[in-house]
């Protein structure tokens, strides 16, 4: 049993969810997908979402570094909105999830390749080694 007490570190996916846990910010994050967007083009883009959410949630991706607010407008303040390096790793993420959720769909889809058309897998890699892992935990360097 745990002592109460105690304190741990998170777990790297507690630590991930930390950050960008709730639907809105992964939703905002694929709203930036296409490029930057402006508060009322977001608000389009995320349908549902109430505009004190909407703030709420840039403000903390921008905290996190996952966007950057740019002013387009001074008077009265106006910004844009876009993807960081690490909102771009972070949407290559989305994208895996986006696929796995339609999977679970009768009409899912699978994500293809747009040069051949062959649908794409996800694979761990390592590339001082060049070659595809299999299962990145059987040496027991990574938990989830």
């Given at each position: 049993?745990?002592?109460?007490?105690?304190?741990?570190?998170?777990?790297?996916?507690?630590?991930?969810?930390?950050?960008?846990?709730?639907?809105?910010?992964?939703?905002i994050?694929?709203?930036?997908?296409?490029?930057?967007?402006?508060?009322?083009?977001?608000s389009?883009a995320?349908?549902?979402?109430?505009?004190?959410?909407l703030?709420?949630r840039?403000?903390?991706?921008?905290?996190?570094?996952?966007?950057?607010?740019?002013?387009?407008?001074?008077?009265?303040?106006?910004?844009?909105?876009?993807?960081?390096?690490?909102?771009?790793d972070?949407?290559?993420?989305?994208?895996?999830?986006?696929?796995?959720?339609?999977?679970?769909?009768?009409?899912?889809?699978?994500?293809r390749?747009?040069?051949c058309?062959?649908?794409?897998?996800?694979?761990?890699?390592?590339?001082?080694?060049?070659?595809?892992?299999?299962?990145?935990?059987?040496?027991?360097s990574?938990t989830?």
């Amino acid at each position: 049993m745990a002592d109460a007490g105690v304190t741990r570190d998170p777990s790297p996916l507690e630590a991930a969810l930390e950050r960008v846990g709730d639907r809105w910010s992964l939703l905002i994050v694929e709203g930036l997908l296409d490029g930057p967007r402006r508060f009322n083009e977001l608000s389009a883009a995320v349908p549902g979402i109430a505009p004190n959410i909407l703030t709420d949630r840039l403000r903390r991706l921008e905290r996190e570094r996952i966007l950057v607010a740019t002013p387009y407008q001074q008077r009265p303040p106006r910004m844009s909105y876009a993807l960081t390096v690490e909102g771009h790793d972070l949407a290559s993420v989305l994208r895996m999830l986006a696929d796995w959720g339609a999977r679970g769909t009768p009409d899912a889809e699978p994500t293809r390749h747009g040069l051949c058309g062959t649908p794409l897998e996800t694979r761990w890699y390592c590339p001082t080694c060049e070659v595809a892992v299999e299962d990145p935990d059987a040496d027991g360097s990574r938990t989830l």
